[in-house]
T-cell receptor, first 115, second 117 residues
Framework: DTAVSQTPKYLVTQMGNDKSIKCEQNLGHDTMYWYKQDSKKFLKIMFSYNNKELIINETVPNRFSPKSPDKAHLNLHINSLELGDSAVYFC??????????????FGPGTRLTVL | AQKVTQAQTEISVVEKEDVTLDCVYETRDTTYYLFWYKQPPSGELVFLIRRNSFDEQNEISGRYSWNFQKSTSSFNFTITASQVVDSAVYFCALSEPGTGANSKLTFGKGITLSVRP
């Protein structure tokens, strides 16, 4: 059973389009994240949600809108796609434990190509 | 602000060689956590180890070992008798849980390890 799954795995689209990426985790975690990995493999956090509440929003353009319908799901909607949005987007989850920090488990990634 | 530096960008070794991947971190917190992740060519990110700042014991898991030195703010990763399957990008990461739910994982830029047969 896949712990953190994302769909789709590949997404090729034209500039200006709107697209969504879905993420689901079956680990029972209460915190989920979106990361962007650029062409140089640099990983940067975009958002985090804890119990459906937005916690971290890392100066991401407001064309990116995350939505968490429940603790097990975190989706990412991107409006008006730009060439610079081409990257691999990773979803991750962890269990928040106050003054501790548990490891995050990552999904397989979604490779987004904007033409 | 927290920072992770992986000064080596690419390392190439021949199978069975030992290799050490360096990680140096900066943090203002006294409580923090360090991680290593592996990203093989298939692209997924695989968790390898988590270490908290109060535990300076070195860790060994099979051919993998980690050396945590608070005095030099380093958390280095050694692969003994490397194998072709170890070829991957390896990321070191740091978290400061003192910020509560705002705590985030800061990644280094990664080290690309190539193990040649």
């Amino acid at each position: 059973d896949t712990a953190v799954s994302q769909t789709p795995k590949y997404l090729v689209t034209q500039m200006g389009n709107d697209k969504s990426i879905k993420c689901e985790q079956n680990l029972g975690h209460d915190t989920m994240y979106w990361y962007k990995q650029d062409s140089k493999k640099f990983l940067k956090i975009m958002f985090s949600y804890n119990n459906k509440e937005l916690i971290i929003n890392e100066t991401v353009p407001n064309r990116f809108s995350p939505k968490s319908p429940d603790k097990a799901h975190l989706n990412l909607h991107i409006n008006s796609l730009e060439l610079g949005d081409s990257a691999v987007y990773f979803c991750a989850s962890s269990q928040y434990q106050g003054y501790s920090y548990n490891e995050q488990f990552f999904g397989p990634g979604t490779r987004l190509t904007v033409l | 602000a927290q920072k992770v530096t992986q000064a080596q960008t690419e390392i190439s070794v021949v199978e069975k060689e030992d290799v050490t991947l360096d990680c140096v971190y900066e943090t203002r917190d006294t409580t923090y956590y360090l991680f290593w992740y592996k990203q093989p060519p298939s692209g997924e990110l695989v968790f390898l180890i988590r270490r908290n700042s109060f535990d300076e014991q070195n860790e060994i898991s099979g051919r993998y070992s980690w050396n945590f030195q608070k005095s030099t703010s380093s958390f280095n990763f050694t692969i003994t008798a490397s194998q072709v399957v170890d070829s991957a990008v390896y990321f070191c990461a740091l978290s400061e849980p003192g910020t509560g739910a705002n705590s985030k994982l800061t990644f280094g830029k990664g080290i690309t390890l190539s193990v040649r047969p």
